[in-house]
C-alpha cells in the first residue's frame, strides 16, 4: 500500500487553465505538506495543514489554493496557469518529529 | 530562521569508494538535521535522521552521518559505494519542540558513482 498518493503523476496543460492535485495519506500523520521543486532540483515549501488548518503558507501567488477535507487528504488548486509553475510538486506527511514521507510528485508542464 | 548550506553541487566518485557530501547549518535554537535520497524521476526517501543523543547516526544503505554542533554541520558518508547509489541528496533541517513542522532543504548534492 502507498503511504502517500499522489495523482496524476503527470499533468500537461495549457497557459490559462485551472487545474487540481491530490494527495492522500493512509500513514495516521496529523501534518501534510505541498513541496516545489524546481528545474534546478530546489525544494521549497509552499503550504502545511495540521489537522485540516493552515499552519504554513509561504510567499506563494494566491492562484494557488490548498484544501484540505480531513486530515488525510491535502489537494492543490491552481487557478491560471503561468509558465513558470511548471515544476514537479511534492506532497509530504509527517509526524513530528520523524520527518517527512513523500509521495512520488506530480510533474506540472504548463505550455 | 534555519538555513542548509551543500557545499558541494556534484561529487563524482568510482565505485568501492569512500565518499562524504557535506552539509551544514544555520540556526539560533536547536535543530533537528535530515539527509535525504532522491532517485531519478522519483519522490524523496528518509535516509536518516538527527533527533537527539548520539552524534553518530546510522541510516539506511549503509550510510551515516555525524552531527557536529560546534561545527554546525551534519555529513553524510558512506565507507564505499555503489553504482545503485547514484541519485540526488538533500540535507535538511527543522527547528526542534513548537509548532513549527517546516523542513528546510538545501539545494542538493549530485551523487554519481562511476563504473
Known amino acids: 500500500d502507498t503511504a502517500v498518493s499522489q495523482t496524476p503523476k503527470y499533468l500537461v496543460t495549457q497557459m490559462g487553465n485551472d487545474k487540481s492535485i491530490k494527495c492522500e495519506q493512509n500513514?495516521?500523520?496529523?501534518?501534510m505538506y505541498w513541496y516545489k521543486q524546481d528545474s534546478k532540483k530546489f525544494l521549497k515549501i509552499m503550504f502545511s495543514?495540521?489537522?485540516?488548518?493552515?499552519?504554513i503558507n509561504e510567499t506563494v501567488p494566491n492562484r494557488f489554493s490548498p484544501k484540505s477535507p480531513d486530515k488525510a487528504h491535502l489537494n492543490l488548486h491552481i487557478n491560471s496557469l503561468e509558465l513558470g509553475d511548471s515544476a514537479v510538486y511534492f506532497c509530504?506527511?509527517?509526524?513530528?518529529?520523524?520527518?517527512?514521507?513523500f509521495g512520488s510528485g506530480t510533474r506540472l508542464t504548463v505550455v | 530562521a534555519q538555513s542548509v548550506t551543500q557545499l558541494d553541487s556534484q561529487v563524482p566518485v568510482f565505485e568501492e569508494a569512500p565518499v562524504e557530501l557535506r552539509c551544514n547549518y544555520s540556526?539560533?535554537?536547536?535543530?533537528?538535521l535530515f539527509w535525504y535520497v532522491q532517485y531519478p524521476n522519483q519522490g524523496l526517501q528518509l535516509l536518516l535522521k538527527?533527533?537527539?543523543?548520539?552524534?553518530l547516526v546510522k541510516g539506511i544503505n549503509g550510510f551515516e552521518a555525524e552531527f557536529n554542533k560546534s561545527q554546525t554541520s551534519f555529513h553524510l558518508r558512506k565507507p564505499s559505494v555503489h553504482i545503485s547509489d547514484t541519485a540526488e541528496y538533500f540535507c535538511?533541517?527543522?527547528?526542534?519542540?513548537?509548532?513549527?513542522?517546516?523542513?528546510?532543504f538545501g539545494k542538493g548534492t549530485l551523487l554519481t558513482v562511476n563504473p
Open positions: 495543514y495540521n489537522n485540516k488548518e493552515l499552519i
Open positions: 540556526s539560533s535554537v536547536s535543530v533537528y
Open positions: 535538511a533541517v527543522s527547528l526542534s519542540g513548537g509548532s513549527n513542522y517546516k523542513l528546510t
Open positions: 538527527y533527533l537527539s543523543g548520539s552524534t
Open positions: 500513514l495516521g500523520h496529523d501534518t
Open positions: 509530504a506527511s509527517s509526524r513530528q518529529p520523524y520527518g517527512y514521507t
